[in-house]
């Protein structure tokens, strides 16, 4: 298989997991990776491919946008952007071998995210009422985190939000799509600008993602969310551990 059509058929399953719950880059950066684009290029390359993807799936989950744990959009969106800006210049500034050794970390939190923040949430929840302000903070660092790697961001967004609010995790895919695709946004003008992207493989892994992140969101409406949440969590599960290997084997 050529390496276009490699990265074409990952853009498309990237493009449709972001849709449907997060996590394409579970999907995109080993496939960058394994096409011989360094690892932080990838980082940036799949960020910028996956991103028209984003905007697709944000566009048909437009009537669902809500609040954000009762906090308006604007405001949510505002601090997603600064801390998705801030991200960005920090993964520029980071060394390749540097980032290669902390990449698994990254995958291993946003997959321990996956698996148990639905568990922690009700506890959580008991014991304090989170206001504006921690909720604004928290959005900030993801956006922070969104910037940097965006490993399955809106899993994490949509895991702390249902921790402090304890909405169904199904009703957020709408603001999800909105705040990954604004700390997307914001960081692809960063990585194109600094000159990041490697647009060869950039361009087949980014019309792969358009068409799948339209079809995953039509999906994602019907296909039950505990589905959903399970094959997303057995391919971090696996990328994880493949990326451990990769760095510490």
């Known amino acids: 298989m050529s390496d276009a059509l490699f990265l074409l058929l990952a853009g498309l399953l990237a493009g449709g997991m ?7 880059t579970f999907v995109s ?3 960058l990776i394994g096409a011989g684009v360094p690892s932080v ?15 697709a799936s944000t566009w048909v989950y437009r009537d669902g946008l809500t609040a954000v744990c009762g906090v308006p959009l604007v405001p949510v969106g505002v601090v997603t952007l600064v801390g998705g800006l801030s991200g960005s210049l920090l993964l520029l500034w980071t060394p390749a071998a540097l980032f290669d050794q902390g990449l698994p970390w990254l995958l291993l939190v946003a997959t321990i995210m996956l698996a ?9 929840r008991a014991r304090f009422r989170a206001g504006l302000p921690t909720i604004l ?10 910037g940097y790697f965006g490993g399955a961001v809106g899993l994490m967004m949509m895991a702390a939000w249902s921790i402090l609010d304890g909405a169904e995790v199904k009703a957020l895919n709408a603001p999800r799509t909105l705040m990954v695709s604004a700390a997307n946004g914001i960081a692809v003008l960063s990585f194109v600008v600094a000159g990041a992207v490697a647009w060869t493989a950039c361009l087949p892994v980014g019309l792969g993602a358009v068409a799948g992140g339209w079809c995953g969101a039509h999906i994602g409406r ?3 969310p505990a589905a959903v949440r399970a094959g997303t969590l057995l391919l971090a599960a696996g990328t994880t551990v493949a990326f451990f290997v990769r760095a510490y084997g």
Do not use: C, D
């Open 137 to 146: 903070a928290l959005q900030f660092l993801l956006g922070v985190y969104g």
């Open 222 to 224: 019907i296909l039950p």
């Open 116 to 124: 148990f923040g639905r568990r922690i949430g009700p506890a959580l």
């Open 29 to 31: 950066l080993p496939a």
């Open 41 to 55: 290029s990838a980082n940036a390359t799949g960020t910028v491919a996956l991103f028209p993807g984003g905007l």
């Open 18 to 24: 972001n849709a449907l719950a997060g996590g394409g």
